[in-house]
């Protein structure tokens, strides 16, 4: 590596990319293909050089609703930028975009961790944090490692530059204050952006979905599984925070079996009640307890995709066991596959 390939980079990110932003390379996919992949509408797009895309982005009342991408070619390779976006990263969108080839992402984002994604064949190959080498899953092609290991793990812009010097490495492609500054790329928003695998690759052989029911709720998550789903998280979150009360026990008897309204009526009532009481104990075991309490409340609400749509949103897992977290992350997902795929 040559001390003038880490300044170029170096001196990049320290005027370019101040804010989260992600790179992602894309090897024998078009234009069209990489629209599609992000889930952006080719037929909406519109000339825009990647620093006005920034201006742009960071400008939003309400950024990220709609992501701002910016794609354009760089040698043999199509490159995309997003301002304050991460849709690259993802392992969904690095499959299918190195379905024929290769893909690389490199996220800068100083506050949650500055990372490189490559995958190949249609597979995640490696995912590599900058400033904790522990912490990488599989190697880099070439000497890619290497570089990142260089670099000091205490300075910044060196951590950054070294992930975008990676990928130069990897790509044989060089990015430039050039490139950036074109208004010839194709300014693009995400619309429809690819749905969340069901088991995401930290949960790929985890033990949970050893469970029959779990693993026939995430082989084919349909209408019909809502009401065991809302139930499968729910008891997740009450065990994870030791709530004991025989209402408690009641309701979930309840959510565990027929549908009945006016029953439904008279448990969320009674436990509206022990909500009021653990409202008076700020200890932090009865903060726990109140927040169970409130996920219950959320599940014996009347409608059953809105309730349980409440319960995954609301369900809080800092205290959870490994397996509860799985539990509720992996019924998350499914719910979400059944909305998006509901007329």
Same mark, same amino acid.
């Given at each position: 590596m040559r001390e003038d390939d880490f300044d170029h980079y170096r001196a990049l990110v320290s005027v370019w990319f101040s804010d989260p932003t992600c790179l992602t390379w894309s090897e024998l996919a078009g234009l069209d293909e990489v629209a599609r992949v992000f889930g952006a509408d080719l037929a909406a797009a519109e000339h825009m050089s990647v620093e006005d895309a920034q201006v742009e982005q960071y400008n939003a009342d309400i950024p990220g609703v709609l992501p701002i991408l910016v794609a354009g070619t760089i040698g043999s390779w199509t490159l995309v930028v997003e301002p304050n976006g991460c849709e690259g990263a993802r392992p969904e969108v690095l499959r299918a975009l190195s379905a024929r080839g290769r893909a690389v992402s490199v996220v800068l984002d100083s506050e949650q961790g500055d990372r490189l994604g490559y995958a190949a064949a249609g597979e995640l190959n490696a995912v590599r944090p900058t400033g904790s080498p522990s912490a990488r899953s599989g190697r880099l092609p070439g000497d890619a490692d290497a570089i990142i290991d260089s670099a000091d793990a205490e300075d910044l812009f060196a951590r950054q530059a070294a992930a975008l010097l990676a990928a130069e490495h990897i790509t044989g492609e060089r990015l430039t204050e050039q490139w950036l500054l074109s208004d010839g790329l194709t300014r693009l928003l995400v619309e429809d952006p /690819?749905?969340?695998?069901? &088991?995401?690759?930290?949960?790929?052989?985890?033990?949970?979905?050893?469970?029959?029911?779990?693993? %026939?709720? &995430? +082989?084919?998550?349909?209408? *019909? =599984? &809502?009401?065991?789903?809302?139930?499968?998280?729910?008891? #997740?979150?009450?065990? *994870?925070?030791?709530?004991?009360?025989? $209402?408690?026990?009641? @309701?979930?008897? #309840?959510? =565990? *079996?027929?549908?009945? @309204?006016?029953?439904?009526?008279?448990?969320?009532?009674?436990? %509206?009640?022990?909500?009021?009481? /653990?409202?008076?104990? $700020?200890?932090?075991?009865?903060?726990?307890?109140?927040? %169970?309490? =409130?996920?219950?409340?959320?599940? /014996?609400? *009347? +409608? /059953?995709?809105?309730? @349980?749509?409440?319960? %995954?949103?609301?369900?809080?897992?800092?205290?959870?066991?490994? +397996?509860?977290? #799985?539990?509720?992350?992996?019924? +998350?997902?499914?719910?979400?596959?059944? @909305?998006?795929?509901?007329?």
């Open positions: /690819l749905p969340d695998d069901i &088991v995401p690759e930290r949960y790929r052989d985890h033990h949970v979905l050893d469970d029959p029911e779990i693993r %026939a709720i &995430v +082989d084919e998550p349909s209408p *019909g =599984n &809502v009401a065991r789903i809302r139930y499968l998280m729910v008891m #997740a979150v009450v065990k *994870g925070s030791h709530l004991l009360h025989p $209402t408690v026990d009641e @309701a979930l008897e #309840a959510l =565990n *079996g027929d549908d009945d @309204a006016t029953r439904r009526k008279e448990l969320r009532r009674q436990v %509206a009640s022990l909500r009021d009481y /653990l409202v008076q104990d $700020t200890g932090p075991e009865q903060a726990l307890r109140l927040r %169970a309490v =409130n996920v219950l409340l959320d599940a /014996l609400g *009347g +409608d /059953l995709i809105g309730s @349980a749509r409440a319960v %995954a949103d609301h369900a809080y897992m800092g205290h959870l066991t490994d +397996d509860q977290k #799985a539990v509720i992350v992996l019924m +998350d997902r499914c719910l979400r596959r059944i @909305a998006r795929s509901s007329p």
